[in-house]
């Protein structure tokens, strides 16, 4: 019996091959994308050598999201201070597909850890809707115990509990 086409793109997360890094400079060069997730793009030497450090860093998982057999991001969880945290980023040509739910879903499948954290900006409301649909919840009391940031934008905590 054959699947339903919905018409959503095929998602799987694998390993980041050399070649990926080549799109993930671009996705993370585009201003709109730069202005979404607040983080400021990145030279190719910085972008290479950060990818090189977090490939060879066991301790984090990092993989490419893969939509319809092409690269269309990343998606990474690391450690911090006794905490457990993700990130992802998708290009823009994927955007509202459905491409960053799935990612996350599979990624929670891959990793284990809860209570699982990602800070976000109050204004990127694509990435909340990502995260509540997975199940994020905000925390509120994290938040308030958060420092100020420098730059005037306000960071939310979502947090996954177990
Ligand atoms: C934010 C981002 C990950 C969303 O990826 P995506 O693949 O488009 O997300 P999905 O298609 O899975 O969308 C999930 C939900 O968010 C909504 N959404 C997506 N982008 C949105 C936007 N710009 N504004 C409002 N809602 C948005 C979708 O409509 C969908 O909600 P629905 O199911 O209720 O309709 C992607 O835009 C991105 O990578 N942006 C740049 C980097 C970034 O912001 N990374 C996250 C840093 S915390």
């Given at each position: 019996m054959s699947e339903i086409d919905?018409?959503?793109?095929?998602?799987r997360l694998r390993t980041i091959e050399d070649g990926d890094v080549d799109v993930f400079f671009d996705h993370q060069a585009d201003p709109l994308a730069v202005e979404m997730a607040a983080f400021p793009a990145r030279?190719?030497?910085?972008?290479?050598?950060?990818?090189?450090?977090?490939?060879a860093d066991d301790t984090l998982v990092t993989r490419t999201i893969v939509a319809d057999g092409?690269?269309?991001?990343?998606?990474?969880?690391?450690p911090d201070d006794g905490k457990q945290f993700l990130g992802y980023w998708v290009g823009r040509e994927w955007w509202g597909r459905g491409v960053a739910t799935r990612a996350l879903a599979l990624l929670l499948d891959e990793v284990p850890v809860r209570p699982l954290r990602a800070h976000v900006v109050a204004h990127n409301f694509g990435s909340i809707r990502?995260?509540?649909k997975c199940g994020f919840r905000r925390d509120l009391e994290e938040e308030a115990a958060a420092p100020a940031s420098d730059d005037g934008l306000e960071e939310l905590t979502f947090v996954l509990d177990a």
């Open positions: 919905d018409g959503a793109p095929v998602v030279d190719r030497d910085r972008v290479v050598a950060h990818w090189a450090r977090l490939r092409v690269v269309a991001g990343n998606i990474v969880s690391w990502v995260l509540e």
